[in-house]
Each structure stands twice: as structure tokens, then as C-alpha cells.
């Protein structure tokens, strides 16, 4: 890419509107570092697509970055697609995010690609779902998902309702590379083509995705019998506001109590620093509403509602959060068991996916139920590639990331606040016509399998230095590794930046394994100027060596 002083020049000269124009000379005049991150490149897809800060330039999210990365999409469907080609297009509740989606509409109308735009926001995992209902092409979803309110975001899908994966989102981002002027976009009808219907998708689609969400369920008996079951629910100001107290409702729980003052939809995030159910400061109001209320078990959903997090309260009555690891752990227990009481694990063929940063508890119960544990890299859209890649060999029963996303069943290709907020419901009945509290079938099965305990700590590095800086923490890492880890000899080094060794496509993700069992995966962010280092240790003392790998590897 050019000097980012010369891009910025460009769109001073380009065909950019006055308001673009002078946001550039503002930089250029007073904030020559913003300057520098603003042009130094472009956004890459990363595991979660196109996603920056608002604001001018190459490196940001506004009306051009998004028109040119659908006029890319546009051209590699029409060069690739053969027939009527349709894409289906969704957007939470950021600012911009409306703009977004209805410019990603016109620009794919302009070049005779038919567009069904949903008729206001909706979660991601209902744009994957309605994908696939209206045998469309491709899919857009804009959103920066759990980022904070400066970010917005664009995830492109592909006809399966999955996330697009290799070869095709390269093949995209090399479409998008091509595209350097305005002019290049499409963002008005074009003398001689004919301009694509755009149809507006509604509640019908809401219907079809709650009607087969919700038969998912595995203990309606149960359900009916703790319907009062006391559940606090958040959307944190996003998508989840209307459907996930819905599909609650209809799986039978009567008493989901809302926090009123985050029902609001709202792309400021009022209420909260950073809308990401993953971080306790935003899980705080449906607490204090819980406790308020006498509740046992809390819901919270990030902006585009594919992700959820929960809290329970332990043995002694305190209402404590916990991590996607412990979640997705019990919950694959439950679901495992259930299937076998069901029958429905005999001659399935069923088999579960987790990603390679995703606790190792979860392989451990797969294999106590004789069921196939695929493991993948960091992003759902690889569980999904999972699932297409079996399809009429096998049945996909769940999978789960430690990022908060889960997934059960084949209606939706992405991870699932609504099915998981289901089936977390679900099993706390469940665990209460057992006499157990989620808390206490957690500690059940950390009985069963062995303690395991993980942390995920990130260091920010922002703009291009930041960048620098993290690649070479990477370089560091593969040159000299770690010879002792918490106190245990290094026993195995993988490095997915080796495909050839790894089986799986290529990364810039190291993992290390000590004699003992434990293991530290390290990987820069694919949408944010984060390196994330993800702990893992096994055994009685595992809190203990958690400490002692975060002690050794942050610094």
C-alpha cells in the first residue's frame, strides 16, 4: 500500500464528498497520529470480517469502505455465481448501522443482485438463519458485535448461512483490493442495468426462526414444571431486546424479568463502558437487578446477539458470573445427557465442535459419551464450516466457543444467543428437578472430569506501532519458546502457522503444552489491536497455576 500521507491526499483529490473531505484536512492539520491509523492500511477480513472505528479513511468504517467492500462482494458474485444470485442483510443497533446496511442494499441493487433487508435491526444468528430460508446467495450483517460504541463492523455470509472461510473470503478481499475510487461503487443506478428488487423481511422471518429455535428444546415436561423460574435478562441497548424474552416465552418460563433502563436500543451504549456480557462491568445492572428480585440465574446479550453470558448464584448465595469455558461445559454435559436419555445419540452419528482456545473439559465429556470432538480455529465461522462439511454424514448436536458463543442444531450457521439462552433456561430446570443449582451441577462435573480453570488476558497495542509491536512479540515467541511453563518442562509447541503440521487452515496462533497438562494459546486479535493470551491448567491446583502463567507470559 502507498505512503498513508499519499492516501490521505487521494481522498482530499478523490471522489469523496465535502463533509469526507474535510475530516481528512482536519487530521492532516491537527492529529497526525490519527492521521497515520486512519490511512496506514485497509481493513482486512479478519475472524469476525470487517470491523474498525467510524470515522474517515482506509483503515476506518464509513460509507465508502463499506460501499467498496460491497461493490467487491457484488463483483466476485456476478463473476462466480452463476443464475439469480440474493443476499440477505441485517444490522444491530450501532450508529451508522442502519446507513450501512441500506447503502450495502443499493450498492448490491445497482448491480442487479437482490437484496432481502430486514425491516429493522436483528441478531446475527437470524441473518444467518434467514440465509438459508430464502436460499439466498450471500449474506451482510452490520456490526462490530461486542466492540465498544467508536467500532461498527461488517460480516459477509455465505449461502450456508455460515461466515465466509477460505478460499472464497480471500478471493472477496482481493475483489475489494481492486476497488481504490468512489467511483468505482455503484452507490447509484447505472444507465443500462437493471436495478435488483429490494424486499423488506419481517416478522414472518421472526416467526420461522422462533418456531425452530425453540423446537430445539430437549425437557419440556421439566420446563412446564419450573416455568416460574425467576431469570433477569439484558440485551445491553442491542438486538436480543425483543426475541430472546420471545423465545423464553414460548419455551414456557413466565417470570424473565427485563432491565428496563438497557431494553432501550441504542447504539451510545448509555448504561455501560463497553456492551460485552464477557466484561463484569457490563453485566452489573442485571445483577443488581437479580439480587433485587431474589433471582437465581442472569442473562445478558452483546449488540448483535450472538453471544451470551450468564451469572448463577453459589453455594453461598452470591450471584457470580461466569466464564464462556464453564457455560458451554455444563451445558454440553446436559445436552449430552439428555441425547442419551432421548435415544437420540444411538447410530446419530453425532459429534460436537470447539475451537483450539476452548477448554479441554469439553473433549473430556464428549469422549465419557463416545461422541466425536472436532477442534478448530478461533472463530465460530470454522464450527460452521465443520457443519457443512458433514452434512448428510453426521449430525451436528453443539458446539462452543470461549468467547461466549454456542450453537445447537443445524438452523442457525453462527453462534446463538437465543438457542443458548434457551438451553441455558432449559437446564437450570432441569438441574432444579434434580435438586442442583447450575452453580452446583458445574461442581458435578468439574467432580466427574477434573478441575479445569482458564483465563484469557489481552495487551491493547493500538495504530501502527501497536501492530508492529505485536507482530514481534509473535516473532519473539516462535524464536525463543518458553523452555518451562508454570513450573512444568515444555512438552509440545504448536504453531498453526503451519498447516501442513496442523491439518487445520493457516494462522498466526501458538500454543504451548507443559508436561502437566496445561497450556497457553497466544494470538493477535482479528478485529482489534489486541494480542490474547488464553490460559488453561488442570488439577487441584489449577487457580494457583493460572497465576503463575499469567505471572510468566504478561508482563
Not at 87 to 98: A, F
Not at 196 to 213: H, K, N, S
Not at 474 to 486: E, G
Amino acid at each position: 500500500m502507498a505512503d498513508y500521507k499519499t492516501v490521505a491526499q487521494s481522498w482530499l483529490d478523490g471522489n469523496f464528498d465535502a463533509e469526507t473531505k474535510a475530516e481528512v484536512k482536519k487530521l492532516m492539520e491537527t492529529d497526525p497520529v490519527g492521521l497515520e491509523d486512519a490511512f496506514y492500511r485497509n481493513l482486512e477480513f479478519g475472524t469476525g470480517g470487517l470491523r474498525g472505528i467510524m470515522g474517515v479513511g482506509t483503515n476506518r468504517m464509513n460509507k465508502y469502505t463499506v460501499g467498496m467492500a460491497t461493490q467487491g462482494l457484488a463483483n466476485y458474485i456476478k463473476a462466480n455465481v452463476k443464475g439469480n444470485a440474493s443476499v440477505c442483510i441485517s444490522h444491530d443497533s450501532r450508529n451508522n448501522s442502519r446507513l450501512f446496511a441500506e447503502i450495502s442494499a443499493e450498492v448490491l441493487s445497482n448491480n442487479g443482485i437482490k437484496v432481502y433487508l430486514f425491516e429493522s435491526l436483528r441478531p446475527t444468528p437470524e441473518l444467518s438463519y434467514s440465509i438459508r430460508l430464502k436460499k439466498a446467495t450471500a449474506g451482510i450483517m452490520v456490526t462490530a458485535s461486542h466492540n465498544p460504541k467508536e467500532y461498527n463492523g461488517y460480516k459477509v455470509f455465505w449461502e450456508d448461512g455460515g461466515q465466509i472461510t477460505a478460499p472464497v473470503d480471500k478471493d472477496i478481499v482481493n475483489e475489494v483490493g481492486k476497488i481504490t475510487d468512489p467511483a468505482d461503487v455503484r452507490f447509484a443506478p447505472v444507465p443500462g442495468v437493471a436495478k435488483a428488487p429490494i424486499e423488506i423481511m419481517g416478522e414472518e422471518v421472526d416467526e420461522c426462526y422462533l418456531r425452530d429455535i425453540t423446537s430445539l428444546a430437549l425437557s419440556p415436561d421439566v420446563v412446564k414444571k419450573h416455568a416460574d423460574l425467576k431469570i433477569v435478562y439484558t440485551p445491553l441497548h442491542g438486538c436480543g431486546v425483543r426475541l430472546m424474552p420471545e423465545a423464553l416465552k414460548r419455551i414456557g418460563f413466565k417470570n424473565v424479568i427485563m432491565v428496563k433502563e438497557q431494553m432501550v436500543s441504542d447504539g451510545n451504549f448509555p448504561t455501560v463502558a463497553s456492551p460485552n456480557p464477557e466484561e463484569p462491568a457490563a453485566m452489573k445492572m442485571a445483577i443488581d437487578k437479580a439480587e433485587e428480585v431474589g433471582a437465581d440465574l442472569v442473562m445478558a446479550t452483546d449488540p448483535d446477539a450472538d453471544r451470551l453470558g450468564i451469572a448463577v448464584r453459589n453455594d453461598e448465595g452470591k450471584i457470580v458470573q461466569l466464564t464462556g469455558n464453564q457455560t458451554w461445559s455444563f451445558l454440553t454435559y446436559y445436552v449430552l445427557t439428555r441425547w442419551k436419555e432421548l435415544g437420540k445419540l444411538d447410530g446419530a452419528n453425532g459429534y460436537v465442535v470447539k475451537t483450539i482456545v476452548t477448554s479441554e473439559l469439553i473433549a473430556a465429556i464428549c469422549k465419557s459419551f463416545g461422541v466425536k470432538c472436532y477442534n478448530v480455529l478461533t472463530g465460530f465461522k470454522y464450527i460452521a464450516e465443520v457443519v457443512k462439511r458433514n452434512e448428510g454424514k453426521g449430525v451436528f448436536i453443539c458446539g462452543g466457543e470461549e468467547s461466549y458463543g454456542f450453537n445447537l442444531g443445524e438452523f442457525v450457521r453462527d453462534k446463538c444467543a437465543q438457542v443458548a439462552g434457551i438451553m441455558v433456561a432449559e437446564c437450570a430446570a432441569w438441574a432444579a428437578e434434580q435438586g442442583m443449582t447450575l452453580w452446583q451441577l458445574l461442581q458435578k462435573v468439574y467432580k466427574e472430569y477434573g478441575l479445569y480453570v482458564e483465563k484469557m488476558v489481552y495487551i491493547v497495542r493500538k495504530g501502527k506501532s501497536g501492530a508492529e509491536e505485536i507482530q514481534k512479540i509473535m516473532a519473539d515467541y516462535r524464536a525463543c519458546p518458553p523452555k518451562v511453563i508454570a513450573g512444568s518442562p515444555l512438552a509440545k509447541v504448536i504453531d498453526y502457522n503451519k498447516p501442513e503440521e496442523t491439518g487445520l487452515p493457516k494462522s498466526n496462533v501458538l500454543q504451548f503444552f507443559n508436561e502437566a497438562g496445561d497450556v497457553v494459546s497466544v494470538r493477535p486479535s482479528g478485529t482489534e489491536p489486541k494480542i490474547k493470551f488464553y490460559f488453561g491448567a488442570t488439577g487441584s491446583t489449577a487457580p494457583e497455576k493460572i497465576e503463575q502463567l499469567k505471572a510468566q507470559f504478561i508482563s
